[in-house]
């Protein structure tokens, strides 16, 4: 019973996204939280070509910066890292788990289509080193409903295993199809410099990993990353004449509820769902305009359900596309994680989201290098935060330059 | 989990005290304040009851890498159960023989120690569940097929959540 989706873009002034930049995932020992957060900062100033003294505002998306370095009340960190703290521009951190920097960088959307900014910077952070990999992995799982699930023993892995099952069940997925979910990712982030993992892995590495929850072993899960990324988004007056611009033509977002147990379906995230079709509603485009998606696997199977929910497959058949290929360069569909995804290119939680705008930022205007997506026009991205109470769908398209 | 957290929700925790809705008769566990499928119509009709603590195995999983406390008991196994009064819920499955969880397996609940408060601190209490024994078995009749008891709520579940629970013979 969804309300018919609002339609703004017509109405509205457009934000483009002008630089981008993230530093590489990964453990970074050698860098503190102010360093990676700075060094995504600068690198996405220098890449819009501004000075700072344009910044109208600043959101930051991060899931756990409390728990993880003991840190809260971090976005003005950015702007004091870039020198900017005596502009006093306001700054806002963002929270919403693994979606922390998608819906950041909604909010930096929003602001310049509402018409009141025209220069954003949207930065996103994890380090998530520094504490043990218990630890990680517990703060990580806070995203779940801690009452009634991780209470009671469930993991968020746990969730998302169950979630594999009943899938499997129902559609007759197979454990080698979700294999070939991690086995394509690695493939793509061996090409991507700023990757935690640059190393292809075959299926049987896949199948004999560490079970962390059945039937997902340790490659069927995203890493515990450090990492850092920012962009800065313009309004049309500021990016008028940048042939690099990128516009943001959709912006979709949904919730649903916390926990899983208490939502209609194993099998599809209504969240997904919702917010991807807002955001195409707004673009005006379907799957099939699509040559790119950055999707967000923090499991294997939500990658699985990530292509099904978007609508680049039907529900259920997932894993054969994946299996056959068609998910990658050269397969017929859009080519899904050309970075690596959460799985190979690594999830510094926080991060995750922007490094994903980065990414097809990077395929539009025909950067991506090695791991280029060719004639690259639209690109989508897609994150989710726990299992699935909330997504984020972003829609963006290569500029034709406004004169 | 804190101290006074825990404790605030003993009532549910204990006896599985969920809410019904006096329009629609859904049932929700955790107890709500609101019934989602009638909102604005329950509000001051929603009425504790206390689930059977019987229900079947929709879905688990062997969980290897634990959750916070449970780090002893690595691997076991969580489960989302169905009660028959239509909730669905998540818990972990205790004392029971590996080859006896499956989808559709009858399960009951126990009361069992979830966790502690530090290294001296407060046992925590709370529900489990273990697989029905056969003879047992037989008497759960009640456990839904396929008709959730908040229709309104469930009509886009998933029909093979609603599969009927298989049965030993
Ligand atoms: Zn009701």
């Not at chain 1, 003991?70 to 929270?95: C, F, K, M, S, Y």
């Not at chain 1, 950041?104 to 910077?121: E, K, T």
């Not at chain 1, 500021?238 to 147990?261: C, N, T, W």
């Not at chain 1, 379906?265 to 699509?290: F, K, M």
Request: glycine share 12%.
């Amino acid at each position: 019973m969804a309300r018919k989706p609002h339609v703004p873009r017509k109405v509205l002034p457009e934000a483009f996204v002008l630089g981008a930049s993230h530093t590489r995932f990964g453990e970074a020992w050698e860098k503190s939280y102010r360093d990676l957060m700075t060094e995504a900062g600068l690198g996405a100033l220098k890449d819009a070509r501004i000075a700072g003294d344009e910044i109208d505002a600043v959101f930051v998306g991060t899931m756990s910066t409390g728990k993880l370095v003991g840190q809260e009340h971090v976005a003005p960190l950015l702007l004091d890292g870039a020198g900017l703290a005596d502009r006093h521009i306001p700054a806002t951190r963002v929270e919403a788990a693994g979606a922390s920097g998608a819906v950041a960088f909604r909010q930096g959307v929003n602001l310049i289509r509402s018409g009141s900014a025209d220069v954003v910077v949207v930065g996103g952070i994890e380090k998530m080193t520094d504490v043990s990999d218990a630890d990680a992995q517990a703060i990580a799982s806070a995203g779940i409903d801690q009452e009634w699930e991780h209470f009671v023993g469930a993991t968020e892995t746990a969730l998302w295993a169950m979630m594999a099952k009943r899938h499997m069940a129902a559609f007759g997925t197979t454990r080698e199809q979700l294999a070939a979910v991690a086995v394509k990712n690695h493939a793509h982030g061996a090409k991507n410099p700023l990757a935690q993992f640059r190393r292809a892995i075959d299926e049987a590495a896949v199948l004999r990993a560490p079970l962390i929850a059945d039937p997902l072993g340790m490659f069927d899960c995203a890493p515990i990353s450090d990492g850092a990324a920012c962009v800065v988004l313009a309004s049309a007056k500021i990016a008028a004449g940048r042939a690099d611009a990128v516009r943001v033509s959709g912006s979709g977002m949904a919730s649903d509820s916390l926990a899983l147990h208490s939502r209609p379906s194993l099998t599809s995230l209504a969240a997904t769902e919702h917010a991807a079709r807002r955001a195409y509603a707004e673009a005006g485009i379907s799957p099939a305009d699509v040559q790119l998606a950055e999707v967000h696997d923090g499991t294997t199977l939500g990658e699985l359900l990530a292509i099904e929910d978007l609508g680049f497959v039907k529900k259920g058949q997932g894993g054969p596309a994946t299996a056959k290929g068609r998910t990658t360069f050269g397969g017929d569909l859009a080519v899904i994680n050309p970075s690596g995804g959460l799985k190979a290119r690594g999830h510094p939680a926080g991060a995750t989201g922007i490094a994903q705008v980065c990414e097809v930022v990077w395929h539009l205007r025909g950067q991506a290098g090695e791991r280029q997506v060719k004639d690259a026009r639209i690109g989508i991205t897609h994150n989710t935060g726990g299992t699935g109470a909330t997504a984020v769908v972003h829609v963006l398209e290569k500029t034709e330059v406004p004169e | 989990m804190s101290v006074p957290r825990f404790w605030r929700e003993i009532p549910q925790r204990y006896n599985l005290q969920a809410a019904k809705c006096g329009a629609c008769e859904g049932v929700y566990f955790p107890p709500r304040e609101v019934c989602p499928a009638c909102r604005r119509a329950s509000i001051g009709k929603m009425a504790p009851m206390r689930l059977s603590g019987v229900g079947t195995i929709v879905e688990w999983t062997r969980v290897h890498k634990p959750a916070p406390g449970y780090e002893m008991q690595v691997p076991y196994t969580v489960a989302l159960i169905q009660a028959p009064e239509g909730p669905l819920l998540t818990g972990q499955v205790v004392d029971s023989a590996s080859e006896a969880i499956h989808v559709g397996a009858h399960v009951r609940s126990v009361f069992r120690r979830v966790g502690q408060d530090g290294e001296a601190g407060v046992i925590h209490y709370g529900t489990k569940w273990v697989v029905e024994a056969r003879g047992a078995e037989a008497r759960s009749d009640a456990v839904p097929t396929g008709k959730a008891t908040d229709g309104k709520r469930r009509k886009g579940r998933n029909k093979a959540l609603f599969q009927p629970p298989v049965r030993s013979p």
